[in-house]
């Protein structure tokens, strides 16, 4: 992109720009161009790219679309702007944690599944006397795919005795049921036992193997009287007696209780309660490959579809690579043979006829053509994922095992596949999460879609994508209120005479700009030592924190850094002080079972083994900060999550005019009754029907967006309502609390770590993965620090911050690790690999090529191993401390 600015008619122009926190922007942005969005967290750059400019551009589009049609598509709003001329269409690429389904894969992500079932209906080999199969056949999520046996699931799932009654050296009046349910419903079921005649008051082991099984497993459900509060003798007196039941009780045994309760509770909470009572086993039919025996007989290459489904993407494009140019010889074309009734193509011979026909070497002309077609269009896809950094993923690895990085790059390949032409791509943060090795393919990739003709919108933090960019767009000079203009628009060499811009002194790498020497180097006292550890990639690996230091857990994307940081050290410190992790958690979907995300992705994995075997006693307390939303509705914010807004309402309940009208804390909720408006039940806002268009959410027509009652807003604490607090700023906020100290500890730990802009009622739903997980650091450095022995661990801290951001984040967990803690951080920055005390290397490269532990020690001694793909680029960070 030359110096000189663009003509006009090459141009993106935008006036009056007003969304969110955009003050009015006036700004022209070149088409055909690689154009990078710019500030530090919160300075509207997104507002500009995605809430402005796509969003206006997916409104044009959604105008030649039928109404009807527009309430599948999920829109983001009609953007406050004055005008905005030479807009073309836009494509957005945001990142997104997981997918909607816990079935959904890298291969219905990246659009491979049809053409892959397609390539066995058509091209498979079928054994002796099996008629052809649909591509719906070699899908585990239709009924004509799935195993008749796990229904597609590729696991069955029972209850055991010992998952059933943990301690069996309780009683039974003592829960030694422990998947009955609580409170009275259990204690129901412990005294229709009574009334049968059974002692609830022996230990569970004492009890006969015979009344065991028929308590936990009996399909039985007899209705009985029942006598609360009477133990057996007393009950069966009474019955004697004729002496009227409190109520008729009917029984359920533990497993049909977790099994009914999991197939038919419409409460998410129940389900994932029951669920940790089910064994997981590898369905006896399928052996966890989730198809009919019928499917899985077809084969191509040597490959059952399952099987081949889990290879790394980079062998899957060489295992194709015969097929898709057409050198098949006689052992692949004996791979693709007709099944008996297939027609053959017009004119082409066939050997004598022979009962057998499927065992000869011959080939018809149709399934070379199919073959080549299809494993051609497969291996194109394919080898896009892989030119993306992507080649160590298999096609049945699950979504919401994905970082939102990974997964904003296989919705890339997908476009790279398209072949759009004159397209704006908006793409957000598209480095997230990657190896600066790896951010290369990605530019490269990036240029290809620029090459095509179209132009690309990229918000970005990153500073090699900055100096990449044709164009730099930059929004600031803060964040929030204090931002909101654009400060410069032009080529990248240009920001450099703009003293305003944060993100100039990162571009320049100026002295001035690298991570603070907070300390001088740590040595570390003691050492907390995992070994044997085996999980995904890792076989076998043995390796040693630091502690008392910040380390950094460094490697290519999929190399293996999470699996050993975020699984096995978690798990194994977890185990160690008695609090097992959950498991499943958030990621996993409402109803599925344990584990189901991974159906049929880990057949024939090793189970996950290591131990530690030095230096536990040293870690007291273990903290993991994950980038986990905060909150799953509207109603948990900003102020509720960090606590600070119970003290705000006891400040509000303690005012004259509150005591006067009786008002305790709980009047200024808006999540119960008493001082919420009711029209819109403290939300806000209310949903609009209309009809054939997708439904709008107004602001509540009584509360206008206040979400409390009148009577509540006429309550004052120096002039502001409730309503106002939740709407002021962190910044806002330190002032008109600066003399309560309560509530200003965690606002001036919100300000410190760079998030000063957002406003204390921000929902939870719109806050970023990077946010959540700030805003959960700050819940635990305002809590009263210990003397040391806690462990901080944290996944991709840095993900979508501004480097000015980083150094903010940086200077508070050091403040952690000068308290006497250790801090664990899985990294791809590496000027925050460069800042810390002890560096692990995994790798080499990703999947099978990584998994084992390339290089550690001190960032100089890492930046100096030979073989390490980290070594040059830390090399880079070192060099301007």
Known sequence: MPASFPPPDALVRVRGAREHNLKNVDVDIPRNALVVFTGISGSGKSSLAFGTLFAEAQRRYLESVAPYARRLIAQVGTPQVDSIEGLPPAVALQQQRGAPGARSSVASVAALSTPLRMLYSRAGRYPAHQPMLYAEDFSPHTPQGACPHCQGQGRTYEVTERSLVPDDALTIRQRAVAAWPGAWQGQNLRDILTTLGHDVDVPWRQLPQALRDWILFTDEQPTVPVYPGLDAAQVQAAIRRGQPPGYMGTFSSARRHVLHTFAHSPSAMMKKRVAQYLVATPCPLCHGKRLKPEALAVTFAGHDIASLSQLPLAELAELLRPAAEGRLGAGERAGLQDAPGQRRAPGSTQHAAAPDVHRTAWLSEEKVLAA????????????????????????????????????????????????????VYVLDEPSAGLHPADGEALLTALQGLKAAGNSLFVVEHDVATMRRADWLVDVGPGAGEQGGEVLYSGPPAGLALVQRSVTRRYLLAEPASAVPNLRTPRVPQHWLRLEGIVRNNLRGLDAAFALGCMNAVTGVSGSGKSSLVSQALLELVADHLGHPLATGGDEQEEGDAPDAAEAGGDVGQPRPAGHIAAGAEHVHRLVPIDQKPIGRTPRSNLATYTGLFDTVRKLFAATPQARERGYDAGQFSFNVPKGRCEVCEGEGSVSVELLFMPSVYAPCPACHGARYSPATLQVRWRGLSIADVLHLTVDASCEAFADQPAVLRPLRLLQAIGLGY?????????????????????????????????????????????????????????????????????????????????????????????GRIVAQGTPEQVAAAAGSRTAPYLVQALAVQ
């Open 372 to 423: 080549q077609r299809l494993a051609g269009e497969l291996r194109r896809r394919v080898l896009a994922l892989v030119e993306l950094g992507l080649g160590y993923l298999s096609l049945s690895r699950s979504t919401p095992t994905l970082s939102p990085g990974e997964l904003q790059r296989l919705r890339l390949a997908g476009q790279l596949a398209s072949h759009l032409f004159g397209v």
């Open 758 to 850: 957002l406003r204390l009622g921000q929902p939870a739903t719109q806050l970023s993965g990077g946010e959540a997980q700030r805003i959960k650091l700050v819940t635990e450095l305002q809590r009263p620090q210990r003397r040391g022995g806690t462990l901080y661990v944290l996944d991709e801290p840095t993900t979508g911050l501004h480097p000015a951001d980083v150094d903010r984040l940086l200077v508070q967990l050091d403040g952690l690790v000068q308290a006497g803690n250790t801090v664990v951080l899985v990294e791809h920055d590496m000027r925050v690999a460069a800042a810390c005390d002890w560096v692990i290397d995994i790798g080499p490269g990703a999947g099978a090529a990584g």
